[in-house]
């Protein structure tokens, strides 16, 4: 308890104190959350299948491969989109 408490006002004084607090967690969220949700998933699935040895089938391997590279690219573009959002925060 003492220590969710510490946590969430360790995150709100961030908040409050640093600038540009918005921009950056947009940066952030934009690469980790693309990586969390779409790819490792994926890649994980893949890995432990692989370990298991069950054979993954070329339509799944391709689905996969289709998640993973559209996730990367929607995930780049938010990356530079919130790169440049933060650029110019700072410039001002």
Do not use: W
Not at 57 to 64: D, P
Not at 66 to 75: F, N, Q, R, T, Y
């Amino acid at each position: 308890m003492l220590e969710r408490t510490f946590f969430v006002a360790a995150t709100a004084f961030v908040a409050v104190y640093v600038p540009f607090f918005g921009d950056l967690m947009t940066f952030v969220g934009a690469g980790c959350l693309t990586l969390i949700v779409f790819v490792f998933p994926v890649l994980f699935n893949f890995k432990l299948r692989t370990a298991k040895g069950i054979k993954i089938r070329n339509f799944e391997k391709l689905a996969g491969v289709a998640v993973v590279i559209l996730a990367v690219a929607a995930g780049g573009i938010g990356v530079y989109q919130s790169t440049g959002d933060l650029i110019n925060a700072i410039k001002r």
